[in-house]
Structure formats: structure tokens, C-alpha cells
Nanobody, 120 residues
Framework: QVQLVESGGGLVQAGGSLRLSCAAS????????MAWYRQAPGKERELVAG???????NYADSVKGRFTISRDNAKNTVYLQMNSLKPEDTAVYYC??????????????WGQGTQVTVSS
């Protein structure tokens, strides 16, 4: 059974930084792409950043140049470094394990989510 456990969310002032972590159990991590999604109140869940099995990354336009996704296969952990945070980054952030080696389609597994709040 796959479990994804996020940590690192919290309250930060605009311009500040946070690093989210997602620890994965089960065999899916080493063979599959991973991603971070977010959902703000009243909005659809959106893809923020993804990283393929081979380490290729992609980002939403709104976070390019500010956020960095990375993975440590030895630790079964994926990270999201968030810099220059803006109030519009406020959302619940979800870790996701994709169904294949690339970031495509819908995720196969979701974490429980972690709240990120950016104050102005």
C-alpha cells in the first residue's frame, strides 16, 4: 500500500520561503513520477510542479523561477522549495504519485495535504 505524508507547510510572510517534503512508502516512488498540486479556496486543484522518474521537471507558469521540485530516491522523498512566496500561493498543497514515469494524466495516489498560508 502506498502512503504519501507531507510536511513543512505553515504561515509565512510575503517574500518568505518554505520547503515542503513528501515521504513515500511502498514501491511506487522509485518507478514513478511525482508531483505537487495545490488547491485554493473556491478554486480547482492545479498542478504546481512535477518531476519524472529521470529527474525532468515542469512547473506551472505562476511559480516558474520561484519554486523548485526535487527528489531523493534514496530517501523516497520529494521536495518543493518555495521562494518569494506571494499571498496568491496560499492553498492546501498535495503531494501526488503519478501512474507512470512521466508527469501525465491523473495521479494514482494523493497525500493528505498541507496548508500553506502567505500573509501580505
Amino acid at each position: 500500500q502506498v502512503q504519501l505524508v507531507e510536511s513543512g507547510g505553515g504561515l509565512v510572510q510575503a517574500g518568505g520561503s518554505l520547503r515542503l517534503s513528501c515521504a513515500a512508502s511502498g514501491s511506487i516512488f522509485s518507478d514513478n513520477a511525482m508531483a505537487w498540486y495545490r488547491q485554493a479556496p473556491g478554486k480547482e486543484r492545479e498542478l504546481v510542479a512535477g518531476i519524472s522518474k529521470g529527474g525532468r521537471t515542469n512547473y506551472a507558469d505562476s511559480v516558474k523561477g520561484r519554486f523548485t521540485i526535487s527528489r531523493d530516491n534514496a530517501k523516497n522523498t520529494v521536495y518543493l522549495q518555495m521562494n518569494s512566496l506571494k499571498p496568491e500561493d496560499t492553498a492546501v498543497y498535495y503531494c501526488a504519485a503519478m501512474r507512470s514515469r512521466v508527469v501525465a494524466g491523473t495521479p494514482g495516489y494523493w497525500g493528505q495535504g498541507t496548508q500553506v498560508t502567505v500573509s501580505s
